[in-house]
């Protein structure tokens, strides 16, 4: 069995699946809680699905972008977890698993949220005739670049989007712009446990040593200056 972990925002996941199959998962809204509620979340749907630990055979995570503290504290416990029980570790992006839950979309779908300092984060992916593929890879943009960018017309707008947002989308793009709203929006754990699990029957998976967070920018708190500790 596989435990899938996505803590990348407000909104965290878990899932269980056999063979990428969804067996259960739990999404809720954890606001900076991430590191207190986590653990006893996992727990708690491994003793509604009578699995045991040992019952693991790889852990799939959300490497973001997003939250510095929610990502911390996702793929530390799946490392943690790959090393101690000896499991194969898959990381999934975030912005690819906010894309792919609507994968049959016939045409460039544009993930994105907002990322501070008045910045959207973003990537584009598209799945055609030769498979699913990333056509931007994720990057940071000030929303006055990415409503300009060309790239983008018809393209299905998702991730988190704010109203305000949405309405600028349409006025940059046309009325007819495809934005997925609502629960439509809500990035759950089976999306990213798909992904994963793709890649590992196909034989690829991540050192977990290695893997760590996507950060599109430098956290905010740096080393003080002049070698002082």
Same mark, same amino acid.
């Given at each position: 069995m596989?435990l899938?972990?996505?803590?990348?925002?407000?909104?965290?996941?878990?899932?269980?699946?056999?063979?990428?199959?969804?067996?259960?998962?739990?999404t809720w809204r954890?606001?900076?809680?991430?590191s207190?509620?986590?653990?006893?979340?996992i727990?708690?749907?491994m003793?509604?699905s009578?699995?045991?630990?040992g019952?693991?055979?790889?852990?799939f995570?959300?490497?973001?972008p997003?939250?510095y503290?929610?990502?911390r504290?996702?793929?530390?416990?799946?490392?943690?977890?790959?090393?101690?029980?000896?499991?194969?570790i898959?990381g999934?992006? #975030?912005?690819? %698993?906010?894309?792919y839950?609507?994968a049959?979309?016939?045409? *460039?779908?544009?993930?994105?949220? =907002?990322? $501070? /300092?008045?910045?959207?984060a973003w990537a584009?992916?598209?799945?055609?005739?030769?498979g699913?593929?990333?056509?931007?890879?994720?990057?940071?943009?000030?929303p006055?670049a990415?409503?300009?960018?060309?790239r983008?017309?018809?393209?299905?707008?998702?991730?988190?989007?704010s109203?305000?947002?949405?309405?600028?989308?349409?006025?940059a793009?046309?009325?007819?712009?495809?934005i997925a709203?609502?629960?439509?929006s809500?990035?759950?754990?089976?999306?990213?446990?798909?992904?994963?699990?793709?890649?590992?029957a196909?034989?690829? #998976?991540?050192? %977990?040593?290695?893997?760590?967070?996507?950060?599109?920018r430098? *956290?905010?708190?740096?080393?003080? =200056?002049? $070698? /002082?500790?």
């Open positions: 596989e899938t972990i996505d803590t990348a925002s407000e909104m965290a996941s878990v899932a269980l699946s056999r063979e990428g199959s969804l067996e259960a998962e739990l954890c606001p900076r809680n991430h207190v509620e986590l653990l006893p979340t727990e708690h749907l003793r509604r009578n699995v045991n630990k019952d693991l055979t790889a852990v995570v959300c490497i973001g997003g939250s503290t929610g990502l504290v996702g793929v530390s416990t799946a490392k943690g977890l790959a090393f101690a029980l000896g499991l194969a898959v999934v992006g #975030r912005l690819e %698993a906010d894309a839950q609507h049959d979309y016939r045409g *460039p779908i544009c993930a994105l949220h =907002r990322a $501070g /300092r008045s910045e959207l584009l992916f598209e799945s055609a005739a030769d699913w593929r990333e056509m931007v890879s994720p990057c940071l943009s000030p006055e990415l409503l300009a960018d060309k983008l017309e018809g393209a299905l707008f998702c991730g988190e989007i109203e305000e947002l949405a309405e600028s989308l349409r006025g793009f046309g009325p007819p712009t495809a709203l609502g629960a439509a809500i990035r759950r754990a089976a999306t990213i446990t798909e992904l994963a699990w793709r890649r590992l196909a034989g690829d #998976r991540d050192d %977990a040593a290695s893997l760590k967070p996507i950060y599109l430098e *956290p905010a708190i740096t080393p003080p =200056r002049g $070698g /002082r500790k």
